[in-house]
C-alpha cells in the first residue's frame, strides 16, 4: 500500500482542517488506517484509528469530541477532520495503515505496517 497525506496548511486557534489519505497498491478496504503526529523535538504519537469497514474507531484523548476519522472505500481515502485547532496540535501528520484493527493505544507500542509522506499542519495562537 502506498499512503499520500495531503490538506495541511495554516490555520489560527479554534479553526478547522481536513486532513486527506488516498492509498493505492494492495487491497485498501482491507486495512485497518490510522493517523499520527509528530511535533519538533518529540515522538511520534498516534492519534486516531479507524477499522477496515469504518464501524470502528478510536482517538487518543486529547483530541476526542474534536478530530474525526472516516474512510471512503470506494475512494480509497481516509480522512481526519479537525475542528477547534489548538497550538499544541501543531505537527506534521502522517497516515498509516495496518492488516488489523486494534482498539487503544496499540498502534503507538508497535507502529502499522505502511506508512505515508506527512503533511505539516500548523496551528497559530
Known amino acids: 500500500v502506498q499512503l499520500q497525506a495531503s490538506g495541511g496548511g495554516l490555520v489560527q486557534a479554534g479553526g478547522s482542517l481536513r486532513l486527506s489519505c488516498a492509498a493505492s497498491?494492495?487491497?485498501?478496504?482491507?486495512?485497518?488506517m490510522g493517523w499520527f503526529r509528530q511535533a519538533p523535538g518529540k515522538e511520534r504519537e498516534f492519534v486516531a484509528a479507524i477499522s477496515w469497514s469504518g464501524g470502528s474507531t478510536y482517538y487518543i484523548d486529547s483530541v476526542k469530541g474534536r478530530f474525526t476519522i472516516s474512510r471512503d472505500n470506494a475512494k480509497n481515502t481516509v480522512y481526519l477532520q479537525m475542528n477547534s485547532l489548538k497550538p499544541e496540535d501543531t505537527a506534521v501528520y502522517y497516515c498509516a495503515g495496518h492488516s488489523r484493527y486494534y482498539s487503544g493505544n496499540y498502534y503507538q507500542d508497535y507502529g502499522m505496517d505502511y506508512w505515508g509522506k506527512g503533511t505539516q499542519v500548523t496551528v497559530s495562537s
Open positions: 497498491g494492495r487491497t485498501f478496504s482491507s486495512y485497518a
